[in-house]
């Protein structure tokens, strides 16, 4: 949830601790979900006169630590309760609610405000906020009787706004506060007649194609439970069996296991089972996916001393304790060796087990195991590589994120089974070590795309990170090159994207400091890596504002790119047109700012230095897919299709962007253990990157209420036009292309679901679908549904 996203990575923005309150409480209450399109300018429960036991209802209250209580109040200014908050000390206090308005309309609001010895610590005292909406605030404090406040605003280009009812903006607050009788006027809508109009001739500078670029970060169940096709989790067994944090349940008698620490096979234990034939032991671990027809190859490492006269691999149905199949491994000496197995199964189920079970009598040394379905390419799941391809993504950064401030590249290298596990550093769960940087490369290779690695400049030096390069690009007279050819790969990798670092602003990021001492860090980093290939592309990490200023002021000549990252949540209202803008007006600032850093940073005159966008996205709600494994909407995907919109306006400031992140965390990818399908948000990359041409070309006219971009195709063959409707509503439209004759026949491609809520979930029926190529005639005038994102292509003559 967002809570949990302030929490473990504040990221870009920096909010107010009443603002954070808002967000936990918004987090926490059903009824602050996404509004959907009725209901225009209704301020719900506008008295507080439905009451649930100790809930007022529709309305949610700050929770948490400093704050104050929040209740309702036989006090009231009409009928018989009112919101109250009070508090003996100073502190914070917010009652907020979502509401619906009309766009490019003008609204009164009216509410009642009574305060009793409410004393200011900072701050504009007690009031009605219009969180959103440009409209003027009234604060109050002391002692106030019942006052009525009048606020007028124009929504603009906003359908929904937070109506928060303030103990102190911008401060704390200690007294009390009283909240009653609040309405909204509709005092006038703009008519809109939407005419749009496609100049041809005028052209801007073509989309990279890297701006489809993707971000896999190891944390969550992106890699491991995600495009990792391991189904054993903890197979190294960095928790001790039995252990609340452990994958793997000790059936039988407890006793009977110990843990090696001093000759542990990899990482710094190893299980070790006692086995007894009076007595049993074993080791259980279940949740695996299980798909029919299908065989899985597994392998275990195991000695043994006494008489271990046999080991069973035990799969089972654990919905109904039916055994799916099993196999026997004998001859287990004292020497640790890999023994391969096969199971196989006819039956589909998400919940089976594994369970290792020793027979005779001796000791028993787990080492690792493995189990993989057949089906496996190289180690990465079949169903979710085949998604992949279809996003045919030309890039992706790796391996983090947060997560690469504290890793160690070495780790990943080597015998898979030998590779230590490790605490991950910035997430929670545990990284194995399974995929590594050759893991990584084969990926790539497989999906036909190039690699972008970010090196530690966190925990890490100038000199690991020079070494990375090396085992990467080096030929096999080096030592870092020799090494990789000793790990299998005589041929470099030629890897040309690198980034140093990512998000050293940030008090999260691992081994954060200061911009001056970064700056310092960052041209080492650079002059080391350069040393090893002078060819590589060098992206620097980017943050609006001092950092940035000063990362181009002192080091725009070891920097070729610099970054940019931004995730947006569903706080300002929940409205559908209020949540799609803020991924393009997110973009567009960004833009922005890098062109006036070039009229008033003199270091970087005459350079192009552009954005790589290497995280953005949408980031909020219940974790359902694991570790930030969020659930994304139709709404969602509508920002992303806006997004794209934007990136083609801004071509001439941003090269690359890289979607964050590809697989269930914040993933344009969800799967479970036995199925995998598009998120919202995939189908709209997926959509544009097939069907969006490349250059921009001018538009003009009127486009509201939707969000337009429009491309000529690369071949200069097809006017491509992008119409996000972000209204609960059907939309007809005039459009017109000028400059390029066009002829009668259109093809479209529609993003669409029944509903703006809608979603996609593995092994169920897709609600959110991209429907196409429908064509149709060219008549000059064009509809599109409500709550969708459409191409039409236009074909030249």
Request: hydrophobic residues 35%; glycine residues 8%; contains cysteine.
């Given at each position: 949830m967002i809570k949990s996203f302030l929490h473990q990575s504040i990221r870009t923005i920096l909010l107010t601790a009443a603002t954070t309150l808002l967000l936990q409480a918004c987090s926490n209450n059903d009824e602050a979900q996404p509004l959907s399109g009725s209901n225009w300018g209704t301020i719900p429960n506008q008295s507080a006169e439905k009451v649930v036991s100790s809930e007022v209802m529709n309305w949610t209250p700050a929770t948490g630590r400093n704050t104050a209580t929040h209740f309702y109040s036989p006090i009231a200014q009409h009928g018989k309760k009112s919101l109250t908050i009070f508090s003996n000390t100073p502190t914070f206090g917010i009652w907020n609610t979502k509401i619906n308005v009309k766009p490019w309309s003008k609204y009164q609001f009216t509410g009642w405000i009574r305060t009793e010895n409410l004393v200011n610590t900072g701050g504009e005292g007690a009031g009605f906020n219009l969180a959103g909406m440009d409209a003027d605030y009234m604060g109050f404090s002391n002692d106030n009787d019942w006052t009525e406040v009048k606020l007028v605003f124009n929504t603009k280009d906003n359908d929904s706004f937070v109506l928060e009812c303030l103990f102190?903006?911008?401060?704390?607050?200690?007294?009390?506060?009283?909240?009653?009788?609040?309405?909204?006027?509709?005092?006038?809508?703009?008519?809109?007649?939407?005419?749009?109009?496609?100049?041809?001739?005028?052209?801007?500078?073509?989309?990279?194609?890297?701006?489809?670029?993707?971000?896999?970060?190891?944390?969550?169940?992106?890699?491991?439970?995600?495009?990792?096709?391991?189904?054993?989790?903890?197979?190294?067994?960095?928790?001790?069996?039995?252990?609340?944090?452990?994958?793997?349940?000790?059936?039988?008698?407890?006793?009977?296991?110990?843990?090696?620490?001093?000759?542990?096979?990899t990482g710094d234990q190893t299980p070790v089972l006692l086995a007894d034939k009076s007595r049993s032991i074993s080791l259980k671990q279940s949740g695996l996916g299980i798909r029919k027809e299908l065989n899985y190859e597994g392998r275990i490492i195991l000695r043994s001393t006494g008489n271990v006269t046999k080991v069973v691999l035990r799969l089972v149905d654990e919905t109904d304790e039916q055994l799916i199949d099993e196999a026997v491994i004998q001859d287990i000496d004292g020497t640790y060796k890999k023994y391969p197995f096969s199971l196989s199964s006819q039956?589909?189920?998400?919940?089976?087990?594994?369970?290792?079970?020793?027979?005779?009598?001796?000791?028993?040394?787990?080492?690792?195991?493995?189990?993989?379905?057949?089906?496996?390419?190289?180690?990465?799941?079949?169903?979710?590589?085949?998604?992949?391809?279809?996003?045919?993504?030309?890039?992706?950064?790796?391996?983090?994120?947060?997560?690469?401030?504290?890793?160690?590249?070495?780790?990943?290298?080597?015998?898979?089974?030998?590779?230590?596990?490790?605490?991950?550093?910035?997430?929670?769960?545990?990284?194995?070590?399974?995929?590594?940087?050759?893991?990584?490369?084969?990926?790539?290779?497989?999906?036909?795309?190039?690699?972008?690695?970010?090196?530690?400049?966190?925990?890490?030096?100038?000199?690991?990170?020079?070494?990375?390069?090396?085992?990467?690009?080096?030929?096999?007279?080096?030592?870092?090159?020799?090494?990789?050819?000793?790990?299998?790969?005589?041929?470099?990798?030629?890897?040309?994207?690198?980034?140093?670092?990512?998000?050293?602003?940030?008090?999260?990021?691992?081994?954060?400091?200061?911009?001056?001492?970064?700056?310092?860090?960052?041209?080492?980093?650079?002059?080391?890596?350069?040393?090893?290939?002078?060819?590589?592309?060098?992206?620097?990490?980017?943050?609006?504002?001092?950092?940035?200023?000063?990362?181009?002021?002192?080091?725009?000549?070891?920097?070729?790119?610099?970054?940019?990252h931004f995730y947006k949540q569903d706080w300002h209202g929940g409205g559908l047109m209020t949540h799609v803008k803020q991924i393009p007006d997110a973009i567009r600032e960004r833009a922005e700012l890098h062109r006036n850093y070039r009229e008033e940073i003199p270091e970087i005159q005459g350079m192009d230095i552009r954005i790589c966008m290497d995280e953005w996205n949408y980031w909020y709600g219940p974790h359902i897919y694991g570790e930030l494994?969020?659930?994304?909407?139709?709404?969602?995907?509508?920002?992303?299709?806006?997004?794209?919109?934007?990136?083609?306006?801004?071509?001439?400031?941003?090269?690359?962007?890289?979607?964050?992140?590809?697989?269930?965390?914040?993933?344009?990818?969800?799967?479970?253990?036995?199925?995998?399908?598009?998120?919202?948000?995939?189908?709209?990359?997926?959509?544009?990157?097939?069907?969006?041409?490349?250059?921009?070309?001018?538009?003009?006219?009127?486009?509201?209420?939707?969000?337009?971009?429009?491309?000529?195709?690369?071949?200069?063959?097809?006017?491509?036009v992008s119409i996000v409707n972000p209204t609960w509503s059907t939309q007809v439209f005039d459009l017109k292309i000028e400059g390029l004759e066009i002829g009668d026949k259109i093809i479209s491609y529609v993003l669409t679901g029944p509903g703006d809520m809608a979603y996609n979930e593995p092994g169920s029926q897709e609600h959110v679908i991209v429907k196409g190529p429908i064509q149709q005639k060219n008549k000059g005038k064009f509809t599109v549904e409500p709550y969708s994102a459409t191409i039409l292509r236009f074909q030249a003559i």
């Amino acid at each position: 949830m967002i809570k949990s996203f302030l929490h473990q990575s504040i990221r870009t923005i920096l909010l107010t601790a009443a603002t954070t309150l808002l967000l936990q409480a918004c987090s926490n209450n059903d009824e602050a979900q996404p509004l959907s399109g009725s209901n225009w300018g209704t301020i719900p429960n506008q008295s507080a006169e439905k009451v649930v036991s100790s809930e007022v209802m529709n309305w949610t209250p700050a929770t948490g630590r400093n704050t104050a209580t929040h209740f309702y109040s036989p006090i009231a200014q009409h009928g018989k309760k009112s919101l109250t908050i009070f508090s003996n000390t100073p502190t914070f206090g917010i009652w907020n609610t979502k509401i619906n308005v009309k766009p490019w309309s003008k609204y009164q609001f009216t509410g009642w405000i009574r305060t009793e010895n409410l004393v200011n610590t900072g701050g504009e005292g007690a009031g009605f906020n219009l969180a959103g909406m440009d409209a003027d605030y009234m604060g109050f404090s002391n002692d106030n009787d019942w006052t009525e406040v009048k606020l007028v605003f124009n929504t603009k280009d906003n359908d929904s706004f937070v109506l928060e009812c303030l103990f102190n903006r911008g401060g704390r607050a200690s007294g009390k506060a009283w909240f009653d009788n609040m309405s909204l006027e509709l005092i006038s809508t703009e008519k809109i007649s939407t005419a749009i109009t496609i100049d041809a001739n005028n052209r801007a500078t073509p989309m990279s194609e890297y701006i489809y670029g993707q971000f896999i970060e190891h944390m969550g169940k992106c890699i491991y439970g995600g495009i990792w096709a391991e189904m054993i989790d903890d197979r190294k067994f960095w928790y001790e069996p039995g252990h609340n944090n452990s994958a793997w349940e000790v059936t039988g008698e407890k006793a009977l296991l110990q843990m090696d620490r001093n000759h542990s096979y990899t990482g710094d234990q190893t299980p070790v089972l006692l086995a007894d034939k009076s007595r049993s032991i074993s080791l259980k671990q279940s949740g695996l996916g299980i798909r029919k027809e299908l065989n899985y190859e597994g392998r275990i490492i195991l000695r043994s001393t006494g008489n271990v006269t046999k080991v069973v691999l035990r799969l089972v149905d654990e919905t109904d304790e039916q055994l799916i199949d099993e196999a026997v491994i004998q001859d287990i000496d004292g020497t640790y060796k890999k023994y391969p197995f096969s199971l196989s199964s006819q039956l589909l189920t998400q919940n089976a087990s594994l369970e290792i079970i020793p027979e005779g009598n001796g000791k028993l040394w787990i080492g690792t195991v493995s189990l993989m379905p057949e089906d496996n390419i190289e180690g990465f799941r079949a169903d979710v590589l085949k998604l992949l391809k279809g996003l045919d993504s030309p890039v992706y950064r790796w391996p983090g994120g947060n997560f690469v401030s504290g890793y160690d590249w070495k780790d990943g290298l080597g015998d898979r089974d030998k590779r230590p596990p490790r605490k991950n550093p910035a997430w929670t769960g545990v990284e194995h070590n399974d995929v590594g940087i050759h893991e990584f490369m084969t990926l790539c290779e497989l999906l036909e795309t190039e690699p972008y690695i970010a090196v530690n400049a966190g925990l890490g030096g100038a000199e690991e990170a020079r070494k990375e390069i090396e085992y990467c690009n080096g030929d096999t007279r080096t030592p870092m090159g020799k090494w990789r050819a000793e790990n299998g790969h005589p041929d470099p990798f030629n890897v040309i994207w690198w980034s140093v670092g990512n998000e050293m602003y940030g008090s999260w990021q691992l081994g954060h400091m200061s911009t001056k001492d970064f700056v310092k860090k960052h041209n080492a980093f650079a002059e080391a890596m350069k040393s090893v290939d002078e060819d590589i592309i060098l992206v620097a990490v980017g943050n609006p504002g001092s950092w940035n200023e000063m990362m181009l002021r002192n080091s725009a000549h070891n920097m070729d790119y610099i970054s940019e990252h931004f995730y947006k949540q569903d706080w300002h209202g929940g409205g559908l047109m209020t949540h799609v803008k803020q991924i393009p007006d997110a973009i567009r600032e960004r833009a922005e700012l890098h062109r006036n850093y070039r009229e008033e940073i003199p270091e970087i005159q005459g350079m192009d230095i552009r954005i790589c966008m290497d995280e953005w996205n949408y980031w909020y709600g219940p974790h359902i897919y694991g570790e930030l494994g969020t659930r994304y909407y139709l709404r969602d995907a509508l920002g992303i299709a806006a997004g794209i919109n934007e990136f083609s306006k801004n071509s001439d400031m941003i090269y690359m962007a890289n979607y964050a992140q590809t697989v269930n965390v914040i993933g344009a990818i969800k799967t479970n253990n036995t199925h995998s399908v598009y998120a919202s948000t995939g189908l709209a990359l997926k959509m544009y990157r097939e069907h969006f041409g490349t250059i921009p070309l001018e538009i003009s006219g009127e486009t509201r209420p939707f969000d337009v971009a429009a491309t000529l195709t690369e071949d200069q063959t097809v006017v491509t036009v992008s119409i996000v409707n972000p209204t609960w509503s059907t939309q007809v439209f005039d459009l017109k292309i000028e400059g390029l004759e066009i002829g009668d026949k259109i093809i479209s491609y529609v993003l669409t679901g029944p509903g703006d809520m809608a979603y996609n979930e593995p092994g169920s029926q897709e609600h959110v679908i991209v429907k196409g190529p429908i064509q149709q005639k060219n008549k000059g005038k064009f509809t599109v549904e409500p709550y969708s994102a459409t191409i039409l292509r236009f074909q030249a003559i």
